[in-house]
Nanobody, 123 residues
Framework: QVQLVESGGGLVQTGGSLRLSCVVS????????RAWFRQAPGKEREFVAI?????????TYADSVKDRFTLSRDNAKNTVYLQMNSLKPEETAVYYC???????????????WGQGTQVTVSS
């Protein structure tokens, strides 16, 4: 059974930091892509960051989070992290972890999602 479990969300002030975690289980080695998306109220889910478990150089960020967010991996723990610094109120959203075989920033390419973790940035 495939499971993706996010954690680490919470309430933080503008400019603050959070680290999200996503533990993935039940996937084959072919599903080596891990990605983070977010969805604000009334908006579509949007890409945040993506990385490959087999090549750490394969990491891509949305322009809006580049230089502030960092995706990292701990393959031994089947966990991927998203370190978020200098958070802004407009980044308040539910953050989702996903996994797949193709290195894609398109939401429609993914069919397995975690339950999400709420990130709220107060102004």
């Amino acid at each position: 059974q495939v499971q993706l479990v996010e954690s680490g969300g919470g309430l933080v002030q503008t400019g603050g930091s959070l680290r999200l975690s996503c533990v993935v289980s039940g996937l084959t080695a072919e599903s080596s892509v891990r990605a983070w998306f977010r969805q604000a109220p009334g908006k579509e889910r949007e890409f945040v960051a993506i990385g490959s478990l087999v090549n750490s150089e394969w990491t891509t960020y949305a322009d809006s989070v580049k230089d502030r967010f960092t995706l990292s991996r701990d393959n031994a723990k089947n966990t991927v992290y998203l370190q978020m610094n200098s958070l802004k109120p407009e980044e308040t959203a539910v953050y989702y972890c996903t996994a797949g075989e193709e290195y894609s920033i398109l939401t429609r390419q993914y069919h397995r999602w975690g339950q999400g973790t709420q990130v709220t940035v107060s102004s």
